[in-house]
């Protein structure tokens, strides 16, 4: 039910500064009077302070938020010692370097069908008209209401999801890396651009930033310019060129085979370590397959060869700061 011209300039001209009170459930606001609320938030404010109330009417539905002043303990992260890296896609929404894949579940993709017909419903309708002063017809108005509420089903869920996701890896990791993507360019492929825009990359990372503070963790972001998925997470040589359509890493140097998406996770890792100035490993340093030196430093570039410099498919390794080979 859309507000009212007075309920609209009631909550405009006094719900942002107003004395709010709480009693069961039940919210007391100025010229509104008392309001039953959803959800229960007595519990939650036991011992808070509470400031201001903002009541707005947003994707269909009537949202109240109060600020208040509390004090909250949060517990720092179960292995604080722990370095891991987040890689993002659209395939795997996310990747993380122990291994654990969080699967992308498309959540405009799979109400997209409704949302469609929807629309297609909305546009056969008797429309506003700004030269005759027409207004929308009422099955218009029920129609774009059904449409509103389908986007913001869809929002709900995937924002639900993604508070989750980020939840649960601010509350592990001690140290978390993440890429510096270039969303805005990444949605200017008109083939990707929907996926993209659906998978929130950016919000992902907003999430991470502050609920990784609160927990006491460190987020690290690789430079943009950074080759995770053309880099070779066991040797550190470099890829000149990596398809989107190669979804398994096969490295020329050493011969390892592994899932691009976990081999870019784990020079991220890598990355983070080295901002960190944590010594790598063991393993790291002689791995398996016999090589002598550990991942390549964090900054390395992917170098183009010009033709005719080397033979079809050779790979070149990163050079070091004093110019020897990586």
């Not at 987040?86 to 799979?110: C, F, M």
């Not at 907003?206 to 053309?230: C, M, N, P």
Request: hydrophobic share 40%.
């Amino acid at each position: 039910m859309d507000p009212t011209p007075t309920q609209d300039r009631a909550l405009r001209s006094h719900a942002g500064a107003a004395r709010v009170a709480f009693n069961w459930g039940l919210s007391t606001l100025p010229v509104l009077g008392q309001i039953k609320l959803h959800e229960d938030v007595t519990a939650r404010l036991v011992g808070a302070r509470i400031r201001s109330a903002t009541v707005r009417f947003e994707r269909g539905r009537w949202n109240a938020s109060f600020t208040v002043e509390q004090d909250v303990q949060r517990p720092r992260a179960t292995k604080p010692g722990d370095v891991i890296g987040i890689d993002l896609g659209i395939k795997t929404l996310a990747v993380l370097s122990d291994g654990t894949e969080i699967p992308n579940l498309r959540h405009l993709g799979a109400a997209l069908r409704k949302v469609r017909r929807a629309a297609r419903t909305v546009s056969r309708r008797q429309g506003p008209d700004r030269r005759t002063g027409q207004r929308p017809s009422n099955r218009r108005r029920r129609a774009s209401a059904r449409l509103g509420g389908l986007h913001a089903r869809v929002a709900d869920v995937r924002e639900d999801a993604i508070h989750k996701l980020t939840t649960s890896i601010a509350r592990t990791y001690g140290a978390v890396v993440i890429e510096d993507l270039n969303v805005a360019g990444m949605t200017k492929n008109r083939r990707l651009a929907r996926h993209v825009a659906d998978a929130s990359f950016a919000e992902i990372r907003r999430q991470l930033a502050y609920k990784i503070e609160w927990h006491g963790g460190t987020l690290i972001v690789a430079d943009r310019w950074f080759a995770s998925s053309k880099t070779c997470s066991e040797c550190g040589a470099v890829r000149a060129k990596l398809t989107l359509s190669e979804r398994t890493y096969v490295c020329d140097v050493c011969a390892m085979v592994m899932d691009r998406d976990v081999n870019a996770a784990l020079n991220l890792a890598q990355y983070g370590r080295h901002e960190l100035g944590i010594a790598a490993s063991g393993a790291e340093i002689a791995n398996g397959r016999g090589a002598d030196r550990k991942t390549g430093l964090a900054r390395q570039v992917a170098v183009k060869r010009q033709p005719g410099t080397a033979s079809a498919g050779q790979t070149g390794t990163v050079p070091s700061q004093d110019g020897t080979a990586a």
